[in-house]
């Protein structure tokens, strides 16, 4: 493996923990009937949303890196392929949390933008990296 895929691929790993502590942190909220998240519907549905994109998009991007390092691309192009499939586990789940952050918003607000704009960026990682592939 590359020392950018291990690099990558340890950055990833570290953010595990974060992703566990969230799922406490909705448990928490659940289990306390904490104001602004039970009783608020779009805040619930975003926050679930965006626990359960990191959590898979985390586990997706650390096995897109092993990929990497076999597919015949140019070493700017594996780097901006890793780049851009890295950047969905952080930019989507950003979009939801910070979008209903305080507990009274009942509508995201622009931060939203930050899921499409991970979801392009995944999906042009990845559209590279297949090329890449084959």
């Known amino acids: 493996m590359s020392p950018s895929s291990l690099s990558?691929?340890?950055?990833?790993?570290?953010?595990?923990?974060?992703?566990?502590?969230?799922?406490?942190?909705?448990?928490?909220?659940?289990?306390?009937?904490l104001p602004g998240y039970l009783d608020n519907p779009v805040r619930r549905g975003l926050w679930r949303a965006g626990h359960a994109h990191a959590g898979v998009l985390v586990l997706f991007t650390l096995v897109a890196v092993?990929?990497?390092d076999h597919a015949d691309l140019s070493g700017d192009l594996k780097a901006l392929a890793r780049t851009l499939i890295?950047?969905?586990?952080?930019?989507?789940?950003?979009?939801f949390f910070l979008s209903v952050a305080r507990p009274s918003d009942t509508r995201p607000n622009k931060l939203i933008w930050l899921v499409p704009l991970?979801?392009?960026?995944?999906?042009?990682?990845?559209?590279?990296?297949?090329?890449?592939l084959l």
């Open 8 to 33: 990558t691929a340890g950055v990833l790993l570290i953010t595990v923990p974060a992703v566990a502590f969230g799922g406490v942190s909705l448990l928490a909220h659940i289990m306390r009937d």
């Open 118 to 132: 991970g979801g392009v960026s995944l999906g042009a990682g990845t559209l590279l990296l297949g090329i890449g």
């Open 66 to 68: 092993l990929y990497l």
């Open 86 to 95: 890295a950047a969905a586990p952080i930019l989507m789940p950003l979009g």
